[in-house]
């Protein structure tokens, strides 16, 4: 198990195109949720993923969150198999790098509520009542350094 970061000019076209049907497969096909993926933020975005026997197993993105200076924001947090501990790993991982990497003052993510354990598990805390994402149930979480 190998975990990589890199900016998306880093990234190979073999990476990008891997990382890019991992997140479909399970936020559009899995969950049947058809959204707008490739939202523009991914050129800003540092990309951290797990591979495992040449495979992404999980992935992530971090990136500065708009109008809050220090706040790193984590997304589209993803894995390929469950129950396997890759969750635990890329969440642990991505949030290592983003403070080697960015120094934050604390985190902010949007969790789709039945995943509010997960994140709660690293220190994260619900900020805000539920809301609708593409039909998914949300909520705002924070974690601070």
Known sequence: MK???KTFSELTNT????????RQDVFVVEQSC?????????????HVFIEDSGVIAAYLRL??????EGVVQVGRVVTRERKKGY??????EGLRIARERFSPS???????TYA????????????ND????DGIPHVQMRKYE
Do not use: N
Not at 15 to 22: G, N
Not at 34 to 46: A, C, I, M, Q
Not at 63 to 68: A, S
Not at 116 to 127: D, H, L, P, Q, S
């Open 63 to 68: 990136f500065p969150r708009d109008g809050e």
């Open 3 to 5: 975990t990589c970061a």
């Open 116 to 127: 509010v354990g997960y994140y709660a598990r690293e220190g994260f805390k619900v900020v």
């Open 15 to 22: 990476e990008l195109y891997e990382i890019m049907r991992l």
């Open 87 to 92: 969750g635990a790993a890329i969440l642990s």
């Open 106 to 112: 604390g985190f902010y993510l949007e969790a789709q």
């Open 130 to 133: 539920e809301f609708l994402e």
């Open 34 to 46: 058809p959204y707008f993926d490739l939202d523009g933020v991914d050129y800003r975005s540092l």
